[in-house]
Structure formats: structure tokens, C-alpha cells
């Protein structure tokens, strides 16, 4: 755990943790804990038994925001993306008057993105530092947003261009993980939503317009990942057509080879007949001629077939 004393963009660390209790004269307190650490920040902060409980959970929590007396305790998922599976971590966030406390289970690449921006930006408030955390989440949606898009583009180039067995797994594994994404979309949307239009004395009024923009674009990753999961569908019926084009085709091949055999079949089937009278069946070279005979046969119907577009 530690705990800082942020001024105007500016961190000085703070050794004492029972400093952070009251609010300084200038700036806020932010503690950056591990879920370990509520044990010892619960009783000076007095959070909420119930937002401890929810932290203190081995499940998956849902995003949310519930409002209590002192604090408003805020759920969040961070998403990474290595192009083989998504992640989701939960950022639980506990915001104070003058102070705000990140809880994670994993370490969170925005927190790290964070702290040049709050030096840059010169943040002095904790619902200021909320703000710039969570456009970083949503901007990483976005990203991710930007990478999945790639991925499902070169998918269907690869399925036109050369159709396998693996990208039916490979269809089925990204539409779940989209469809999963969707189901974490929209809570999280409703909390950047809550922070942007209702009345929140912890949250400044000009700030409320700066979620507003947030939101906007949360709702715009939300229809995208909505695209996505259209794209997807269109993308398996395209798998299955580009098969049942290749089954096709390959029973195009086979059909013609077949019928281009026929009459040398036919042709040996007469040789093979017990008959004394056969055209060429005492002469020296009459087996040659045969076979000559019989190629001549498949060739001509090969470039019938070419000639026809057949094959």
C-alpha cells in the first residue's frame, strides 16, 4: 500500500497512514491498496461494510457505483487485450472528499498511464483524478475495440482467401468474448452515465460535463462492440459458404475425373472380354496402341472439360 499526498499534479508520499485521516490544506490523498490493506482502511475511513464485503469477493464483480453517507464506492473493469484472450480486471475505487482510494487484486496498466497525467493536468481534487482514471478505461476500450476490429478483418481475409478448419474456432472463440465484452459494456456505461447526470456532491458540477464526454464515448464502444457481434455472424455465414463452395469444387474435380476414366474403363473392360477377333490383339503393338489410344482419350476430354470451364 501507499498513500500520497497529491498537489497541483505533485506526489509526496506519505509514511504515516493515519495522516491521510483528515483532509490537508491543499490537494487530496490518494492510496493505491491491495484488497489485503482494507483490513487496516475500513476503520479510518469508515467504508462501508457492504463495499468492503463486495471487494473482499473472489467472484467476477458486476461494475457498479453505490452511494453511501461519507464515500461513493465505484467498480470498474480495466480489459487487456494479447490477441489471443481478453482480460477484464476490477478496479474498485472508494471516493472521498479528500481522498480516493484504488483497491486492485492485479496490477492496473491505467493507474500506471495515470500519474504523468495528473502532473501534466495539475490535479488538486479527487473527483478530478476519477475523471482522468476513467477516460483512460475507456479509451482502452477503445483500443481494444481498434485491435479486434483488425483481427476480424484479416479473419475474413484469411477465410476467402484460403478457408480452414481453425477458423471456425477461431469465430466462435472471439463472438464469445465479444458477446461477454457487450454484457461488461453496459453496467459500465450506466455508472459513467450516473456520474454524468445525476446531482453527486462529491462530483464538482463543471466536472460533470467533462463525464458527459466520457459517456459519449462509452456509448459509441458500445455500439461498436454491437457491429462486431453483426460482423461475426456475417463472418461464420461466410466460412460456411466458402466450404460448402470448396465441398463443391472438390466434387467437381472428382466427378470429372471419374467421367473422364469411363471410357478407358470401357476400353480395357473390352480387352479384358474373351473374343478372338480384337482389333490389334496379336499384333506386336497392339498393347502400345492401346495405352497411346487411351491417353489420347483422357486428353481430349481434359481440354473439353478446360475448354467448357468444367474444370
Do not use: C
Not at 23 to 30: A, L, N
Amino acid at each position: 500500500m501507499k498513500a500520497r499526498l497529491v498537489q497541483d499534479g505533485v506526489f509526496t508520499l506519505v509514511e504515516d497512514i493515519t495522516q491521510t485521516i483528515d483532509p490537508p490544506q491543499h490537494g487530496f490523498y490518494w492510496i493505491d491498496a491491495d484488497v489485503e490493506d482494507l483490513e487496516l482502511l475500513q476503520p479510518l475511513f469508515h467504508l462501508h461494510e457492504l463495499a468492503v464485503e463486495d471487494v473482499l469477493m473472489e467472484e467476477e464483480q458486476r461494475p457498479k457505483i453505490e452511494l453511501y453517507d461519507t464515500h461513493y464506492f465505484i467498480v470498474m473493469n480495466s480489459i487487456r487485450f494479447d490477441d489471443e484472450e481478453i482480460f477484464l480486471r476490477a478496479l474498485n475505487i472508494f471516493l472521498g472528499k479528500h481522498y480516493i482510494i484504488t483497491v486492485t487484486r492485479q496490477k492496473i496498466n491505467e493507474i500506471r498511464a495515470l500519474k504523468p497525467i495528473l502532473w501534466e493536468e495539475e490535479v488538486t481534487q479527487p473527483d478530478q483524478f476519477l475523471y482522468h482514471l476513467m477516460d483512460l478505461i475507456v479509451d482502452n476500450y477503445t483500443n481494444v475495440g481498434d485491435r479486434i476490429d483488425a483481427k476480424i478483418e484479416k479473419l475474413e481475409e484469411d477465410i476467402l482467401m484460403h478457408t480452414k478448419k481453425s477458423h471456425l474456432n477461431e469465430i466462435i472463440s472471439l463472438r464469445s468474448e465479444i458477446l461477454w465484452l457487450k454484457k461488461v459494456l453496459n453496467p459500465q456505461k450506466e455508472v459513467i452515465g450516473t456520474l454524468h447526470k445525476k446531482e453527486l456532491r462529491l462530483i464538482s458540477e463543471p466536472l460533470k460535463k467533462y463525464f458527459g464526454d466520457i459517456y459519449e464515448n462509452a456509448v459509441k464502444i458500445s455500439e461498436t462492440f454491437d457491429t462486431f457481434r453483426d460482423l461475426m455472424a456475417n463472418l461464420r455465414e461466410a466460412y460456411q459458404s466458402s466450404i460448402a463452395s470448396r465441398a463443391n469444387e472438390i466434387m467437381r474435380v472428382f466427378t470429372a475425373l471419374t467421367t473422364i476414366f469411363m471410357p478407358l474403363t470401357f476400353i480395357t473392360g473390352i480387352y479384358g472380354m474373351n473374343f478372338d477377333y480384337i482389333p490389334g490383339l496379336h499384333w506386336d503393338y497392339g498393347g502400345v496402341a492401346a495405352v497411346v489410344f487411351m491417353v489420347l482419350v483422357a486428353i481430349s476430354m481434359f481440354v473439353l472439360f478446360r475448354k467448357k470451364d468444367w474444370l
